[in-house]
Antibody, heavy 121, light 107 residues
Framework: QVQLQESGPGLVKPSGTLSLTCAVS?????????WSWVRQPPGKGLEWIGEIYHSGSTNYNPSLKSRVIISVDKSRNQFSLILSSVTAADTAVYYC??????????????WGQGTLVTVSS | DIQMTQSPSSVSASVGDRVTITCRASQGISNWLAWYQQKPGKAPKLLIYAASSLQSGVPSRFSGSGSGTDFTLTISSLQPEDFATYYC?????????FGQGTKVEIK
């Protein structure tokens, strides 16, 4: 059974950089799946941030693209999120998830438990 | 971006009730739609993919239908563990987008 675990600072200062890592266990990050980040502001809905393949290919949400980098570390079986120039609007629970192919397209079927990141001075 | 609009925003129902949630896409997405269940403090759980295919391990009381722009999630007989928030998500084109959620509450 695949498991994902997010880690990183829970508090980031405004204008700073948010950095999170998702460790994958029970499966290989070099499989034929994509790996993604999704966030959820407190009490609000879900927002897709972006995704990466083990080759390094990425897709980003255009609304965040100028501030986001997603990278993969195959040796450590993990992938990471960097979000720069953060503001209070970036306060959210950040989830990592595996995207698997179902019926010709990709859906997130395994999720981490999420980590709350608060942007505050 | 494709906008996903769910209705209602919340629904009050009793155990055993039939519950239907609708999701409308701002443009056609074929059947590239998923439904998720989220309980407080937990990650979303994939219930339905490709509009009507039941994810492995999900009870058969959950079903999905629709194509194009209009979709529904139906819970045929609501169980206590089904009280949660449900989201639809389009997988037709980037960026993937979600509906705003429908909260199913105890009546």
């Amino acid at each position: 059974q695949v498991q994902l675990q997010e880690s990183g600072p829970g508090l980031v200062k405004p204008s700073g950089t948010l950095s999170l890592t998702c460790a994958v266990s029970g499966g290989s990050i070099s499989s034929s799946d994509w790996w993604s980040w999704v966030r959820q502001p407190p009490g609000k809905g879900l927002e897709w941030i972006g995704e990466i393949y083990h080759s390094g290919s990425t897709n980003y949400n255009p609304s965040l693209k100028s501030r986001v980098i997603i990278s993969v570390d195959k040796s450590r079986n993990q992938f990471s999120l960097i979000l720069s120039s953060v503001t209070a609007a970036d306060t959210a629970v950040y989830y990592c998830a595996r995207l698997s192919k179902y019926s010709s397209t990709w859906y997130p079927d395994y999720w981490g438990q999420g980590t709350l990141v608060t942007v505050s001075s | 971006d494709i906008q996903m609009t769910q209705s209602p925003s919340s629904v009050s129902a009793s155990v055993g009730d039939r519950v239907t949630i609708t999701c409308r896409a701002s443009q056609g997405i074929s059947n590239w739609l998923a439904w998720y269940q989220q309980k407080p403090g937990k990650a979303p759980k994939l219930l339905i993919y490709a509009a009507s295919s039941l994810q492995s391990g999900v009870p058969s009381r959950f079903s999905g239908s629709g194509s194009g722009t209009d979709f529904t999630l139906t819970i045929s007989s609501l169980q206590p563990e089904d009280f949660a928030t449900y989201y639809c998500q389009q997988a037709n084109s980037f960026p993937w987008t979600f509906g705003q959620g429908t909260k199913v509450e105890i009546k």
